[in-house]
């Protein structure tokens, strides 16, 4: 079952929204990469945009991705502001969805889970998603600047082999809760036992370091130097 890509979007950015946060177009494009590597995962190789992707603008990339974002920008499944750069005199784009779309639970979950990590991840850490899609994504491994990014370098993830367990006779379950109890017991009656013989000292530097940490407008590194020195005997 192919997906609306325009929904798919939609999906992208409300659920990073939802999670506090508004995508810039970087961390959109790259998302939307990864719905293709995990669509093609699964697919041996087949992609779900059939997007031209190339290893051109921070890693992957296709022209196609912002023409089709910000179609689902006019289209209303999708919102954007655009905002004055603090670092560039150019503008950048932020992006979020309030309404969670109907297409949620129509998109396997084997690309909405994988992407559900992803963003709740990076949604507002493009250098940590950059890395990732560069270091860790086998259609970039083997990649140079300009190339088309070949999908079928993509490994599908191994069921895990089930292993059975075999069942314990009722008589050694029974038998382990009950030295298990008795543990449980002896170790509260030992703790209780030390905790009676030692009891802790509240001495000046114990006073002034409560006394710091109280205090409201507490700011910068606690440091100092301590001494403590303890005489006496433990019986047991």
Not at 12 to 35: C, E, M, P, Q, S
Not at 59 to 66: D, M, R, T, V, Y
Not at 82 to 104: A, G, I, M, Q, R
């Given at each position: 079952?192919?997906?609306?890509?325009?929904?798919?979007?939609?999906?992208?950015?409300?659920?990073?929204?939802?999670?506090?946060?508004?995508?810039?177009?970087?961390?959109?494009?790259?998302?939307?990469?990864?719905?293709?590597?995990?669509?093609?995962?699964?697919?041996?190789?087949?992609?779900?945009?059939?997007?031209?992707?190339?290893?051109?603008?921070?890693?992957?990339?296709?022209?196609?991705?912002?023409?089709?974002?910000?179609?689902?920008?006019?289209?209303?499944?999708?919102?954007?502001?655009?905002?004055?750069?603090?670092?560039?005199?150019?503008?950048?784009?932020?992006?979020?969805?309030?309404?969670?779309?109907?297409?949620?639970?129509?998109?396997?979950?084997?690309?909405?889970?994988?992407?559900?990590?992803?963003?709740?991840?990076?949604?507002?850490?493009?250098?940590?998603?950059?890395?990732?899609?560069?270091?860790?994504?086998?259609?970039?491994?083997?990649?140079?600047?300009?190339?088309?990014?070949?999908?079928?370098?993509?490994?599908?993830?191994?069921?895990?082999?089930?292993?059975?367990?075999?069942?314990?006779?009722?008589?050694?379950?029974?038998?382990?809760?009950?030295?298990?109890?008795?543990?449980?017991?002896?170790?509260?009656?030992?703790?209780?036992?030390?905790?009676?013989?030692?009891?802790?000292?509240?001495?000046?530097?114990?006073?002034?370091?409560?006394?710091?940490?109280?205090?409201?407008?507490?700011?910068?590194?606690?440091?100092?130097?301590?001494?403590?020195?303890?005489?006496?005997?433990?019986e047991h």
């Open positions: 079952m192919k997906i609306d890509i325009l929904k798919l979007i939609q999906y992208i950015v409300w659920y990073a929204t939802d999670r506090g946060t508004k995508l810039t177009t970087v961390r959109l494009v790259k998302f939307l990469y990864l719905a293709d590597l995990n669509w093609a995962r699964e697919k041996n190789g087949e992609i779900l945009t059939g997007w031209p992707w190339r290893f051109v603008h921070y890693g992957p990339f296709c022209s196609e991705s912002l023409d089709t974002i910000e179609k689902a920008y006019h289209s209303g499944f999708i919102e954007k502001g655009t905002y004055k750069s603090n670092f560039v005199d150019e503008e950048y784009n932020l992006y979020w969805c309030s309404e969670e779309p109907d297409v949620s639970e129509r998109i396997p979950l084997f690309i909405r889970s994988p992407l559900n990590e992803a963003i709740s991840k990076w949604g507002d850490d493009t250098y940590g998603l950059l890395d990732y899609v560069y270091f860790e994504t086998e259609p970039m491994l083997t990649a140079k600047k300009g190339d088309f990014l070949d999908f079928s370098k993509i490994r599908k993830f191994e069921k895990p082999i089930e292993i059975k367990m075999r069942k314990l006779n009722p008589e050694i379950v029974a038998k382990g809760k009950e030295i298990l109890e008795r543990l449980k017991t002896q170790y509260k009656q030992e703790l209780a036992s030390r905790s009676r013989g030692s009891q802790p000292i509240y001495d000046e530097v114990y006073y002034k370091a409560t006394q710091l940490l109280d205090e409201e407008d507490l700011v910068g590194e606690l440091s100092g130097e301590a001494s403590i020195s303890t005489t006496g005997t433990y």
